[in-house]
């Protein structure tokens, strides 16, 4: 994280950089189980890269970045799966 940090004090271009780490895993809550999915590791920053528009809820907060909480941001259809019962 060191080498990062700096590197994102040296940037001009873009306006938000972010450390991401991607695994494929299966994704389990409660009884449900979605194989196959792709997980983004990142930190608050990673929102100002990308396009996303929020049906509901928000994206974490800085403080829960460095604190290391455990956040989950869930897309629509994986909201989907999850909730219906």
């Known amino acids: 994280m060191e080498d990062f940090e700096r590197f994102k004090d040296l940037v ?8 991401t780490l991607g695994v494929q895993q ?29 049906d509901q809820g928000r994206f974490f907060t800085e403080s829960e970045s460095k604190d290391a909480r455990n ?7 994986l909201r989907m799966i999850y909730s219906a019962r």
């Open 26 to 54: 299966s994704l389990k809550y409660q009884n449900r189980t979605v194989d196959n999915i792709y997980v983004d590791g990142s930190d608050q920053d990673y929102i100002k890269e990308r396009n996303f528009a929020f």
């Open 71 to 77: 956040v989950v941001i869930l897309a629509v259809k």
């Open 12 to 19: 001009k271009l873009p306006l938000a950089t972010s450390p």
